[in-house]
């Protein structure tokens, strides 16, 4: 066998597997779904960050900003459209992209550190600037006007949209990292300049993961916002989204499609056993951060991934 | 294959690279000597466009690249070896090289993956292809870094002190590598040690506070006055 291949592409069969099993056991096990949509939709925010910290090297503390830009250009097109909130996602993809892209040339030259609080400021500054805003119910925020919302449906409706948001961004993740743009990303992720010297363009590469993450993390943001009908900038554009994120991906294994999985795994299982013992919750989210980047700065599947090279969604090129 | 003509780089008022032109074709070595500070990394930065220069152009292959960014000289065929080696960590060995192979010569698939392999066996690296390349002890990162740089380097590859650090042995290795590339490329290569460029280079030019002061035949250069009186106290006896 001459031609490359990726290791073990049998994993794929497990990913596959687990990821169809979760999804159905979404769809059919017989608790409210909101709980489940919730989780779909912090997975995939959650990939989306994760191709971006752990695949481009770009350490974001200010992906909030597309999940509140995302909601309110949701509410806005809307209330002022009558259309459909279904068809509004993609009015929140297209601002967010633009949103991203602005920002990516505001902080062009700034990497590590600087990149990281540059994008927080940012994204401070438009919580701000939203809850100035008199014309979306500035701090008051605003309620969704769509008088064709079936009640009965429309909690089943966002849950798909969920899913499919969870299921495409797990996807589409997986076969961009098998293409050429992905083993680019990931060369500059490791060095960004001798990226440059092998052909790889940086710049615009790391543009397109960038605004692949915004997108992904908007349209989160306004299936969620959505599915409680209201939104207000403190909550759309909480920090606390970006800190669930990181933990998640941290904990979990950046640079890994599986991390992700076992992150969202461990943030909710601990918030819905602890949900009743108050600040518990968060001393014992934070002692497993700390814990895991003390023990595995990798995370725990990139532990794994690092002592038997297994992956689930096999993304390495080999030889034979 | 590549000219340089009047390349001038200065920061502030320190002029770096005076004035120098050059050229190489297919099948030469041009040696590149000079003490620290010479200017001999800041040219090759000037080359591959990692600075842009003040004043002069490069040409590769007769076509003026001096506007061109890094990685778009990269995709024309040039290839550069680092000093310190830059090794993509988080990937494996055949992938820091596969990486140059899709994105400069644009191969896919089957084809790409042979080139890899052809380049890794040159490098002497095939039996660790498939090591993540962040284990690898540092005679293997030099090799990698070579590796990488042939990846995209069809026409013209450079490579900056691969030598340094190495043993005798290793030395020579690198030698017997830098043998091969040359026969379809051609080589740039600063070292300061004198009997690796002795060895493979077809040409030595000397630059002394960002000047040309000297290019030409190996031993005649190495031989002469100015070498002498510029690595004050090195004679080419011992050094070889």
Redesign the interface.
């Known amino acids: 066998m ?3 291949v990726f ?1 073990r592409n049998a994993g794929l069969i497990g990913g596959v597997l687990l990821v169809g099993a979760l999804a159905l056991s979404a769809i059919l096990l017989p608790v409210d779904r909101r709980l489940p949509m919730e989780i779909c939709l912090v997975l995939a925010m959650a990939q989306g960050w994760n191709l971006l910290c752990g695949y481009t090297g770009l350490l974001s503390f200010g992906h909030q900003a597309f999940i509140g830009v995302g909601a309110y250009t949701l509410f806005l097109v809307v209330n002022t459209l009558g259309i459909s909130p279904f068809l509004g996602l993609a009015f929140s993809a297209t601002v967010s992209a633009v949103v991203a892209v602005v920002i990516a040339l505001l902080l062009k030259g700034s990497r590590d550190a600087y990149f990281s609080i540059g994008i927080w400021v940012l994204a401070d500054c438009l919580r701000l600037l939203v809850g100035q805003w008199d014309f979306v119910g500035s701090s008051q925020g605003m309620v969704l006007n769509a008088p064709d919302i079936d009640p009965t449906t429309f909690g089943d409706a966002v849950f798909w949209a969920a899913l499919a948001l969870v299921l495409v961004t797990q996807f589409a993740i997986f076969g961009l990292l098998r293409t ?1 743009f992905g ?2 990303l ?2 500059i ?3 960004e ?10 710049g615009r590469s790391r543009i397109i993961a960038f605004v692949a993450s915004a997108v992904i993390c908007a349209v989160g943001g306004a299936i969620y916002y959505l599915s409680v009908l209201y939104v207000d900038p403190a909550g759309a554009f909480d920090l606390d989204w970006q800190i669930r994120i990181l933990f998640i991906v941290i904990v979990g294994g950046a ?1 890994t499609l599986e991390g992700p999985l076992i992150g969202t795994a461990i943030y909710f299982l601990l918030r819905e056993f602890l949900q009743d013992h108050g600040g518990l919750f968060l001393i014992i989210q934070g002692a497993i951060a700390a814990l895991t980047m003390l023990f595995a700065p990798q995370g725990l599947w990139g532990l794994v991934q690092a002592r038997t090279g297994f992956q689930l969604f096999p993304t ?4 034979q | 294959m590549l000219e340089a003509e009047g390349l001038c780089k200065s920061y502030g008022t320190k002029t770096v690279v005076d004035k120098v032109s050059f050229s190489v074709v297919q099948g030469e070595c041009l040696g590149i000597i000079g003490p620290n500070g010479a200017g001999k990394t800041t040219l090759f930065n000037a080359l ?1 466009g ?1 600075v842009s220069v003040n004043r002069g152009a490069v040409k590769l292959d007769g076509q003026d690249v001096s506007r061109l ?3 778009e000289r ?2 024309l065929g040039l ?2 070896a ?1 000093q310190v080696p ?7 060995v ?3 090289v ?3 192979v ?3 010569p644009r191969l ?3 084809a ?3 080139e ?2 052809a380049i890794l066996d040159t490098a002497g690296l095939l039996p660790k ?2 090591m993540p390349a962040g284990a690898l002890p540092l005679l293997d990162r030099k090799r990698l870094e070579l590796a ?2 042939m ?2 380097g069809t026409k013209v590859i450079l490579l900056d002190e691969i030598a340094g650090g190495l043993t005798e042995e290793e030395v020579h290795d690198i030698i017997e590598i830098v043998k091969v590339l040359k026969k379809d490329r051609a080589v740039i290569w600063i070292e300061h040690i004198a009997h690796a460029l002795m060895a493979v280079a077809t040409r030595i030019m000397v630059l002394n506070f960002g000047e040309k002061v000297a290019d030409g035949d190996p031993a005649e250069v190495m031989a002469s006055r100015l070498v002498q009186e510029i690595y004050l106290g090195i004679s080419i006896d011992d050094a070889a």
Do not use: C
């Open positions: 001459n031609g490359p290791s050429r083993l680019g990931m060369a992720r490791d060095n300049t001798a990226a440059a010297s092998v052909g790889i363009a940086p640079g390495k090129w080999v030889t | 591959d990692t960014t890094q990685y990269a995709r290839g550069r680092y830059r090794t993509f960590v988080g990937l494996s055949f992938e820091n596969l990486a140059g899709m994105h400069g896919r698939g089957a790409a993956s042979a890899t392999r292809a498939n990488k740089a990846s995209v």
